[in-house]
């Protein structure tokens, strides 16, 4: 797996996160304990940090870059990142999901247990409240999510976490 420094900064990885040899880590990224970083990832802090918060899952071919020293890209934890979404320079909270091929941009929040649908479009430094599904270009709220919502979604990253624990070690051979 190509895991790059850049400029001074060298990706810092739990031991206990799983990151796919086929996934690239470059410069200022941090990957907490129990995260899975899965084939095609790119994880880019080349002028910003990017921070993937413990048990957090970031799917096939997802495009995390922080290329704003005033943005740099935070998620937190036990969060889910749907394949190929592309997050620039975004904060996220804990037990979100971001759904597949959405694209988030500079300065953008969602809230802890927000729900972001397939396709969602999120621009610039627009603020999706807490416990809310979302939808559309641009993503616009739809309803409240309850509790019990988020708590499937935290359950939901921590079997994903618990999978990829077990393939420590594992290597595609091809």
């Not at 080349?46 to 935070?74: F, K, L, M, T, Y």
């Not at 889910?80 to 996220?92: E, R, S």
């Amino acid at each position: 797996m190509p895991i790059l420094p850049f400029g001074n900064h060298a990706p810092k990885i739990d031991p206990d996160a799983y990151v796919s040899a086929q996934a690239t880590i470059i410069g200022n990224v941090e990957i907490s304990s129990n995260a899975n970083i899965w084939p095609g990832a790119v994880i880019r802090g080349d002028q910003a940090q990017v921070r993937i918060g413990e048990g957090s899952c970031i799917q096939d071919s997802v495009v995390i870059h922080a290329h704003n020293p005033d943005n740099p890209a935070i998620l937190g934890n036990s969060t889910i990142i749907g394949t190929a979404a592309v997050l620039h320079g975004v904060y996220i909270g804990d037990y979100a999901s971001v759904g597949e091929g959405c694209a988030l941009f500079d300065g953008a929040t969602l809230g802890e247990g927000v729900l972001l649908t397939p396709g969602s479009i999120v621009p610039g430094n627009v603020v999706i409240p807490p416990r809310s599904l979302n939808s559309g270009v641009p993503a616009a709220q739809i309803r409240e999510i309850t509790r019990e919502e988020v708590e499937k979604q935290k359950a939901k990253a921590e079997t994903i976490a618990a999978v990829f624990q077990k393939l420590k070690g594992w290597q595609l051979t091809i």
